[in-house]
């Protein structure tokens, strides 16, 4: 299923002078004027800007009248473009298909690719928290057509869209959301149609008839009804094999024998510059203009074809090829450097290839969970049970650091800890039993308490000390159990940790 994000970027002329000269403050009004004629007109306005009234289209002399303290900077449209197409190469990290929308906004189709941030919330997250974090006004929506994530993104409440919900929430919006001409955006307020729903329940004839096809297709688009292709854009030095079949192909084991020979031609482009892939693009282009895209990682720099074209194996039977495929583009995303390595002298001295062995495991197990849920724990220096351990990716090399010897600590850790019920012969002793889940155990062993003071540097200033206790059970369990304040205070207990 296609799914797009239609990127909005509301102030994106005054957002990128602000990052290019560090002012004016974002509470002071700014706006970019172009001159029209005689006369000196607001191209863009910022948010403050906007908030005072000024918009878009407004003479200069006008807006300096109602503003006296207005900011004013020459536009720069070519430079805005440009600054965008450097945006859209930067949302390639994102997803493959990624293309400039020309003044204020990007496509983003992240079909395929969704599922390596957990899901697409995670992903719209991340991308406006990241672009806000930049100083970068940003709305974003996703939705089956770019038509509809276009008018949710910049006339609705942005977000997700739910692919059986695309008309609902596309019917309410003003038609200025389908992308009309000024000219049929009149003809329809006089005709009095404000709303997407208004122009949708007219008879499709008399509707074409009277406002013409241009604007039967913006509806088609914005509905989902008619398909509206996206030309990704692709950096000329990235690397890149591409396939055109004079005869469209369908069957899969044809587009994995493609894609090995797609394989080796971006391996030997690899080999001349010195580099491997850490992430590859599979851009698929169907016969009607529709499309595909997976994307697969690797946890290092690799050049071996075979392996790369594996990675797609898990899935590839998500591709629907429709009446056929016509074209089959591998892209090289994102590459290291990686020097060259005598594999065989090493297999005849007896070095281990256990190394190159785990790299493709942990490549095959990113294709088909995702590479975020991929990772191994490393040691931190901390006394605090939950901060001990931290993930690392797979491959990472040693942190050099180590935990405490002396201090024995559980092989599973609860997060967070459950509260259990314990009975003590005096206030200030161990355990004598205890109740978790619902199941009574009594203690035959007990050693502590271990104190463990919070990390004030790490602010934990209004923490409380715990008192950990090991608790070996008539039953053979094993437990490390903790009271969250002195006795005397009237602390709970609770179960954090199970020995092996």
């Given at each position: 299923?296609?799914?797009v ?6 102030a994106?002329?005054?957002d ?14 700014l ?5 029209i004629?005689?006369?000196r ?10 908030g ?33 197409r450097?945006?859209a ?6 997803s ?7 003044p ?6 992240i ?11 995670n992903l719209?997250?991340?991308l406006?928290?990241r ?5 970068i ?9 770019p ?15 739910p692919?059986?919900?695309t008309?609902?929430?596309?019917a309410p ?6 992308r009309l ?25 008399p509707?074409v ?7 039967a297709?913006r ?5 989902g ?8 854009l ?8 591409s396939?055109?079949f ?13 894609l090995l020979r797609?394989s ?11 580099e ?17 895209n997976?994307?697969?990682g690797?946890a ?7 392996h790369?074209?594996k ?31 005598q ?15 785990m790299?493709r495991?942990?490549d ?29 990716p ?6 050099g ?13 609860l ?9 003590a012969?005096l206030p200030?002793?161990p355990?004598?039993?205890f109740v978790?889940?619902k ?16 990390e ?9 000390p ?14 490390w159990i903790?009271?969250d ?15 092996s």
């Amino acid at each position: 299923m296609r799914r797009v994000v239609s990127l909005y970027l509301p102030a994106w002329p005054t957002d990128r002078i602000r990052r290019r000269s560090g002012g004016p403050p974002r509470n002071e009004p700014l706006v970019t004027v172009h001159t029209i004629g005689s006369r000196r007109v607001v191209r863009a306005a910022c948010a403050a800007a906007q908030g005072l009234g000024l918009h878009s289209g407004m003479a200069l002399a006008q807006a300096q009248a109602l503003v006296p303290n207005l900011h004013v900077a020459d536009a720069t449209p070519d430079e805005d473009e440009a600054s965008l197409r450097e945006l859209a190469r930067w949302a390639i990290g994102y997803s493959p298909v990624v293309a400039p929308d020309p003044p204020d906004g990007l496509w983003i189709d992240i079909a395929g690719v969704a599922h390596l941030f957990g899901s697409e919330e995670n992903l719209l997250e991340d991308l406006t928290d990241r672009l806000t974090g930049r100083g970068i006004a940003v709305r974003a929506a996703v939705a089956d057509a770019p038509g509809a994530a276009w008018a949710v993104a910049r006339f609705g409440a942005g977000g997700i869209v739910p692919a059986d919900r695309t008309a609902d929430m596309v019917a309410p919006l003003p038609v200025r959301a389908l992308r009309l001409s000024a000219d049929k955006l009149g003809t329809l307020h006089r005709l009095g149609i404000e709303r997407v729903g208004q122009l949708a329940a007219m008879p499709r004839a008399p509707m074409v008839r009277r406002f013409g096809r241009d604007v039967a297709l913006r509806l088609d688009q914005a509905l989902g009804h008619a398909f509206e292709p996206i030309s990704p854009l692709i950096p000329h030095e990235t690397p890149m094999a591409s396939c055109v079949f004079a005869e469209p192909i369908g069957r899969s084991d044809d587009l994995k024998t493609i894609l090995l020979r797609l394989s080796q031609d971006l391996c030997r482009q690899l080999e001349r510059r010195g580099e491997g892939a850490r992430r590859l693009d599979l851009i698929i282009q169907r016969i009607d203009q529709k499309g595909a895209n997976l994307r697969v990682g690797t946890a290092k720099p690799t050049r071996d074809a075979r392996h790369l074209a594996k990675l797609f194996d898990e899935r590839m039977q998500t591709i629907d090829p429709g009446f056929g495929i016509e074209e089959v583009v591998l892209v090289a995303s994102k590459v290291e450097p990686l020097r060259e390595m005598q594999t065989e002298a090493r297999v005849i001295a007896g070095d281990s290839t256990s190394e190159a062995d785990m790299g493709r495991l942990v490549d095959r197990l990113g294709a088909r969970i995702g590479t975020g849920k991929v990772y191994r724990l490393a040691p931190v220096q901390s006394l605090i049970p939950e901060r001990m351990v931290r993930k690392i990716p797979p491959l990472a090399p040693p942190t050099g650091s180590a935990w405490p010897q002396t201090l024995p600590r559980p092989t599973r850790l609860l997060d967070p800890p459950e509260p259990v019920v314990v009975t003590a012969l005096l206030p200030d002793h161990p355990p004598a039993l205890f109740v978790w889940r619902k199941v009574r155990h009594r203690v035959a062993k007990a050693d502590g308490p271990e104190r463990i003071v919070p990390e004030w540097w790490n602010g934990d200033a209004g923490s409380v000390p715990r008192d950990y206790y090991r608790i070996e059970t008539e039953q053979g369990g094993r437990f490390w159990i903790f009271r969250d304040a002195p006795a005397d205070q009237g602390g709970n207990w609770w179960m954090h940790g199970l020995f092996s």
